[in-house]
DNA sequence: TTGCGGCCTTGACATAAATCAAAGATCCCG
DNA sequence: CGGGATCTTTGATTTATGTCAAGGCCGCAA
């Protein structure tokens, strides 16, 4: 693991943690929560840093805190895929595996609450709350994996880009415990490049897309990260989902 | 949940079955299968049946014993992705959740190991062997989906079709508990347009590819679904997989 | 202040795959 | 044994997106 070595960060009781309603330990109770407070440590990375190469050992599992990072596979010739994006709360490493199957990239600057591998699995074993809360988790990260793959297969470029934009401002939105609705404001926490891998697009198209969308009135941007949204609906409607959004991923 | 009323069907002893050693049960003991036996019972199914719609409540959980389904999903304008491929061992169903999130269509004759949901889910509570094992499948469908997504997004119909040979070859090499490699000999249990649904493409993509593969000799075909291949490894080539195929899916 | 390096946007053109269309296999049912 | 129905193949043409290329914006360091 590619380390770079710990930038000042906040280091909460678990209690007090951003994500304890969300996160792995979420159906902890006190004396389990207890254990993993004295098993975990934080581990702050810079955006654009590669937290851990496709191949390598994992030493580690770890729940994003704050920032985003991203899941990306590299074929020999170089074409990439985004195939999982990682937001405050998420899981990574499968316990009882080696080694990464992905690149791992803080996209923004990234907290990570980390665990040793082999005592985090000690403890998974004893901790009955740990493992199904993963399984869930795990349930989850599948869904939006296939709803992707409705995306990756059958969307066209302006549907792809609205899909991300809606899912960014779900997720943004939760992490505020608000329901996304209405008009909503958020940061992109990804570079065009970033976006078309995990669109399965390339950055021209995104950067074109986006144009449009903004040309249409679907989105407003200031710089080039930051979004409003003045229709969530409408959005929606843009990105071809048949649902109005469902749960909160 | 759209029933077939059983053909007549082959009904093995847990002990006998042939997906025994792979399926959600694979890590149960002697008492617990015998648990799970007094609950299970057998459905079948005919090529191009809708075992259940996407919205149905689910009543039941099961895993696939022979034959092949899919789980597909439908945009409002028709759009079809299928989004997993069912194979032998293979389960159907999430415990906790009410309703199923996809269309599951038998592509081949099938037959099915049933649980209802509610005792599958109290036996499940009691037996740590079925959610652990839940766990680890759930994974590798997971790892299974992102490798789908490479495909989805970056891949082209050539390089598409080569991977779909790969996985039905790989899948019907498990079957028999061989090492995929060399010459191999499968039945695709997909029509055309069954794998441009999988594939991302239309089904005259799906068309052109198969008989271009056919041209250049990676495949053989007799009839339209009894397929060669008479080099395993120049296949992957094809598929644009860096890995060898790795681990049995 | 200037110049440089990352990003991003936009334009012109190329191309893989989609769409539209027709006809060839197979299989099944009467 | 014949006639549809279903599935598949192949051809001609269109189109969405990729590729190649040029230039703009902005922050940062000298």
């Given at each position: 693991?590619?380390?770079?070595?710990?930038?000042?960060?906040a280091?909460?009781?678990?209690g007090?943690?951003?994500?304890?309603?969300?996160?792995?330990?979420?159906?902890?109770?006190?004396?389990?929560?207890?254990?993993?407070?004295?098993?975990?440590?934080y581990?702050?990375?810079?955006?654009?840093?590669?937290?851990?190469w496709?191949?390598?050992?994992?030493?580690?599992?770890?729940?994003?805190?704050?920032?985003?990072?991203?899941?990306?596979?590299?074929m020999?010739?170089?074409r990439?895929q985004?195939?999982?994006?990682?937001?405050?709360?998420?899981?990574?490493?499968?316990?009882?595996?080696?080694?990464a199957?992905?690149?791992?990239?803080?996209?923004?600057?990234?907290?990570?609450?980390?665990?040793?591998?082999?005592?985090?699995?000690?403890?998974?074993?004893r901790?009955?709350?740990?493992?199904?809360?993963?399984?869930?988790?795990?349930?989850d990260?599948?869904?939006?994996?296939?709803?992707?793959?409705?995306?990756?297969?059958r969307?066209t470029?302006?549907?792809?880009i609205?899909?991300?934009?809606a899912?960014?401002?779900?997720?943004?939105?939760?992490?505020h415990?608000?329901q996304?609705q209405?008009?909503m404001?958020?940061?992109?926490?990804?570079?065009?490049e970033?976006?078309?891998?995990?669109?399965?697009?390339?950055?021209?198209?995104?950067s074109?897309?986006?144009?449009?969308?903004?040309?249409?009135?679907?989105?407003e941007?200031?710089?080039k990260r930051?979004v409003t949204?003045?229709?969530?609906?409408?959005l929606?409607?843009e990105?071809?989902?048949?649902?109005?959004g469902?749960?909160?991923?």
């Amino acid at each position: 693991m590619t380390i770079h070595e710990a930038l000042p960060t906040a280091v909460p009781q678990c209690g007090a943690c951003p994500i304890r309603h969300r996160a792995v330990c979420a159906r902890c109770e006190a004396d389990e929560l207890a254990a993993l407070d004295a098993l975990k440590f934080y581990r702050s990375f810079e955006a654009g840093q590669t937290l851990l190469w496709a191949g390598d050992r994992m030493e580690f599992v770890a729940s994003v805190v704050s920032g985003v990072a991203t899941l990306t596979q590299v074929m020999e010739d170089g074409r990439t895929q985004t195939v999982g994006l990682l937001f405050p709360s998420d899981f990574v490493g499968r316990p009882g595996r080696e080694r990464a199957p992905y690149n791992v990239i803080a996209t923004t600057d990234l907290l990570m609450c980390c665990f040793r591998k082999k005592p985090f699995e000690e403890l998974m074993a004893r901790t009955p709350a740990i493992g199904q809360r993963l399984l869930e988790m795990t349930l989850d990260e599948l869904d939006a994996a296939r709803e992707w793959m409705l995306l990756l297969g059958r969307k066209t470029a302006r549907e792809k880009i609205a899909s991300l934009m809606a899912i960014v401002a779900r997720r943004d939105a939760a992490l505020h415990l608000r329901q996304p609705q209405g008009k909503m404001v958020f940061d992109l926490p990804l570079t065009r490049e970033a976006m078309a891998d995990y669109l399965g697009l390339t950055l021209e198209t995104v950067s074109r897309q986006i144009s449009a969308l903004k040309r249409d009135g679907i989105i407003e941007l200031e710089g080039k990260r930051h979004v409003t949204v003045p229709d969530y609906n409408r959005l929606l409607e843009e990105a071809g989902d048949d649902t109005d959004g469902g749960f909160v991923g």
